[in-house]
């Protein structure tokens, strides 16, 4: 037979595992790399389409503001529209504190206009169209900043109805047909207008987008129309600024394709809205396809045998204009990092490979049995197999230090199985990540448990003997939370939160977890039977369990992680909790769990009510155990409360009261009737002015009063 030595047994072994771990090693730097650079480029581009449109807001909102405040004083009559030498100073000493605008003006509903237009070396030109009996003259005057006129002259009269020009060299201009105009005439609120070409009388044309102002008295009659232009070359400014690599691309567009911004958009066209592939890059005019067919946010894709980066996303600031924005890049740009690190990582790992070998060889005959039985620890470390492991004491001083620290790790996972869930542990230790902050919306079900009067109990207790008490009461009831596949989240004084469906999916949770408060409930028997023997005080607890979707993840610092769930169906559920002590029950579950477990468990209804802090209302029931005198004829107590409790919910108050009279003598072990006798006396006698059957548990009822 075949026989091979020890030694090289050794090697041959540790060399696959060396290469094994050298090339997992790489294959999951190399992952680890491409996703880190992945999730950095996302980020970066999100952040950077989040500046522009910051920029767009900083470049848009002081317009607004000043519109907003010049529409108070017009509206109010302090400061009159019209051909006057205070309007123009009042539009000049707008424009002045505005230097991203070019224009600033005021449209009255018969045609009259009145614009300033920011010209250069402190010069600004004044254009006054007043409209007269059909008839509108158009004046154009230079002033400086001061508001004092340098120059002036008519340049064109013509007839309103007809448009035809009685003198002058210009074309009529009616403002009231403007697409600005039009736009924030048809919304009757303040807009910012799509682009169009500016143009009045001759003056150089250039694309530019309008916040406009409708000025309404408060009859509803249109006072006129107080507009400040912006040229898109500012848009394209800002746009130009943003660098993300040396070869991205970024710009913005409508949902026609058009070019709204981009670097050198001046360059295309002056009075026409140019296409996106009229920038003559294929390869941005390429992504905008695929964006268009696939509608992703990101993405990557290959054109001219070269690889692209793509991100788009419409400016949420700028809907009604429908723009969104582009950033595309060659991945080049960034991959070459993680190359350089990948073939370092490579090098390095070939390079452990051959010293390893080496190593191997030279003390494998000493090492072999020790090092097997340490990885073969580690490997069920790594599955939370925990149980303690015997073997000799290595003669090499380090194996046995190794030993040692394997040991002593068993023991510390043994103890810090007990801080988290232990399903929680396994999932992190099988991942081979750190946790971190972050969490996932997922649906889950939820229940809290609370000990009643527990304060006025743990009073009349030594600190140790309470401790000891809660102790031997958390661990029965949490055995039966992880038999049931729940998990504890955490202990709040004599509470318990659980939830169910993370981190593990459970696709029957509502039923899981009523299944669990129902052994909690037996489970508390015995423990009361075993403490009454004991000498020590029995208790009772209250239980509320909901569904729904929740933020489940890791909470916290860097330095101090817990896991837990939030939102709106927590909360729920320790209201619900709660309540028990109004309707004197034990179990009490929400709709969103009655819906999915009617079948499988006995329930009856107990109200629909809006716990404290909430408006909404929400039916509750009862959970039952099987043993309860009510189990036995639900069927016949559901109909007669049904039947009492629509009167109730109709606001037939002496109907319900006949009704649930009828439910007490015919069930008189159960004590909702009377709870329901009460309230319907008291809301015969002071109803609500709308009653929508919901009722609201405030401190003062939850407390035993009406």
Known sequence: MFKISIRASILTLFALLLIAIGTSIISINYSAANKIVHQSIAELLKKTSIAIESNIAELIEPLKQRETFGAELIKNKLVKPGPSQEFSSYMLHIISELPNASIIAFAEPNGSYYEVERGVNHVFNNTLITCKKNICTATQQKIDNTGVIISGKVITRWNQETDKVISGAFQPYDPRIRPWYQKALQAKRPVLSDVFPSLIFGGQSYLCVNSVYPIYLGSGKLLGMLSIKIKLQTLSDFISKQ?????????????????????????????????????????????????????????????????????????????????????????????????????????????????????????????????????????????????????????????????????????????????????????????????????????????????????????????????????????????????????????????????????????????????????????????????????????????????????????????????????????????????????????????????????????????????????????????????????LVLADYNKSFQEAFGYYINGMWSEAIKFFQKLKDDFPSDNLADLYLKRCQFLQNSAPTEWDGVWRLTDEFSNGHL
């Open 243 to 631: 660098i993300v690599t040396k070869n991205s691309v970024t710009y913005i567009f409508d949902n026609q394709d058009n070019l709204i911004a981009a670097k050198n958009l001046h360059i295309l066209n002056s009075t026409q809205l140019p296409k996106v592939s009229e920038m003559k890059m294929p390869w941005v005019d390429a992504s905008l396809r695929e964006y268009r067919k696939t509608n992703k946010q990101l993405f990557y894709f290959k054109f001219a045998n070269v690889n692209y980066l793509a991100f788009y996303d419409s400016l949420a600031g700028l809907k009604d204009n429908n723009w969104s924005i582009g950033i595309v890049l060659p991945f080049s740009d960034t991959a070459a990092e993680m190359r350089l690190i990948l073939f370092f990582t490579i090098a390095l790992g070939i390079f452990i490979l051959i010293c390893g070998m080496v190593l191997v060889w030279l003390i494998s005959g000493a090492i072999s049995k020790p090092i097997i039985k340490i990885a073969h620890e580690a490997e069920l470390i790594t599955k939370l197999d925990l149980a303690d492991i015997s073997h000799h004491s290595a003669r090499i001083k380090e194996i046995s230090y190794m030993q040692s620290a394997f040991q002593n790790m068993r023991q510390t996972l043994k103890s810090f199985v007990r801080y988290l869930p232990f399903s929680l542990v396994k999932t992190l230790l099988s991942s081979g990540e750190i946790a971190h902050v972050g969490g996932d919306s997922r649906k889950l079900t939820f229940l809290f448990v609370d000990i009643s009067s527990f304060t006025s109990m743990s009073e009349k207790m030594p600190p140790e003997a309470l401790m000891q008490y809660l102790s031997e009461y958390f661990e029965a009831m949490s055995r039966i939370i992880i038999d049931n596949f729940g998990t504890v989240d955490k202990y709040i004084g004599d509470a318990i939160m659980a939830f169910w469906g993370a981190p593990n999916l459970d696709h029957n949770q509502e039923a899981h977890a009523c299944k669990c408060a129902i052994k909690m409930q037996e489970a508390l028997s015995k423990l009361n039977q075993v403490w009454y023997a004991q000498g020590k005080p029995q208790v009772k607890f209250r239980i509320g369990i909901n569904s729904g979707n929740a933020i489940v993840g890791n909470v916290g610092s860097k330095d101090r992680l817990s896991y837990t769930a939030i939102g709106d169906s927590v909360n729920l559920a320790n209201r619900i909790e709660g309540i028990n002590k109004v309707y004197k029950t034990t179990i009490i579950i929400s709709h969103a769990v009655y819906k999915l477990i009617k079948d499988q468990f006995a329930c009856r209804q107990l109200d629909y009510v809006a716990v404290r802090g909430k408006e909404e209302g929400v039916c509750i029931y009862e959970l039952l155990p099987k043993d309860h005198p009510l189990a």
